[in-house]
């Protein structure tokens, strides 16, 4: 990354931490910032040495929602806002951060140190686990600004919360606490401020530490796209096959292994060139 990225990278352990890296702006977003996060996630998902991201912001913020100091014009402007081009006066579709973190097969943390509003709170739905800081702010401001949920999050947050506790959120568009985004299940976790990263990294080390790269990969995967399976006929089509096939790869009889011997494993399997011939089930659909 240049000096004047708008992310922040270290890769320790195998934990990947992103910070979003505009303090002085609350790291409202930009289609920059939106880009390197595509470009991040998207090298996480190929290099092996990455098992687990943490994203998290600078300063006293998390992301306080899209840059809009150019005044309500940017958000007819998606190239400028967002990153995406034209064709025709329509948006085109395009892989942007949604899809990286989403299609991403490492698990992401997301460790929300402060203020996450509108676009800076939905970038965090793509993502596997949810922490919070106490004193965090958070809200679905959309219809508040007289637009509607973006970055998939119609889709993401109701998987998350369930439909009531989405509709009541995004209809009020009202700004709630860390202990509403808890007992509405969007966090897991509401911290002491000083506790919220070591805590996401302690999570992501039990990650590293005790499971196999190509299961967790594949895990995410299932839940994620599985749940919107309107019966589990297909589900059961994959995870047969696919369990068979791990059952006799080498990371089973390590884990086996490892169990029987009460040791920590090693697993041999890599992302990058062991996935199964069932991967990804979902482009033949």
């Known amino acids: 990354m240049s000096d004047d990225a708008q992310i922040r990278q270290t890769l320790e352990d195998g934990i990947l931490t992103i910070t979003l890296n505009r303090p002085d702006k609350l790291n409202a977003y930009t289609a920059r910032m939106g880009r390197e996060l595509t470009e991040s996630f998207r090298r996480a998902d190929e290099d092996d040495a990455v098992r687990v991201v943490i994203v998290t912001g600078a300063g006293r913020a998390f992301c306080a929602g899209a840059d809009i100091s150019a005044g309500a014009g940017a958000f007819g402007d998606s190239d400028k806002l967002f990153g995406m081009q034209t064709e025709g006066g ?19 943390i997301a460790a929300i140190n402060g203020p996450a509003v509108g676009v800076g709170l939905t970038m965090t739905l793509p993502m596997d686990i949810r922490l919070g800081a106490e004193g965090a702010k958070f809200g679905f401001v959309f219809a508040r600004r ?25 209809t009020s568009g ?17 911290l002491p401020p000083e506790d919220l990263l070591p805590r996401a990294r302690e999570i992501a080390r039990e990650i590293v530490e005790h499971t196999a790269p190509v299961a967790i990969a594949l895990t995410r995967q299932m839940l994620w796209r599985f749940t919107a399976e309107p019966t589990p006929h297909r589900t059961l089509a994959i995870d047969g096959p696919m369990a068979l096939q791990l059952g006799a790869g080498a ?33 033949a659909a």
């Open 90 to 108: 329509a948006p085109k579709r395009s892989a942007g951060f949604v899809e990286a973190i989403f299609d991403c097969r490492k698990p992401s």
């Open 174 to 190: 009202r700004v709630f606490d860390a202990a509403e985004a808890q007992r509405g299940g969007l966090i897991e976790q509401a």
């Open 251 to 283: 990371d089973v009889r390590e884990g086996v292994g490892a169990f029987l011997e009460k040791r920590a494993p090693a697993f041999p399997g890599k992302v990058s060139t062991d996935m199964p011939p069932q991967y990804p089930w979902w482009s």
């Open 146 to 170: 007289g637009l509607v949920p973006e970055a998939g999050s119609s889709w993401f947050l109701p998987r998350i919360v369930g439909l009531p506790q989405a509709l009541r959120w995004c």
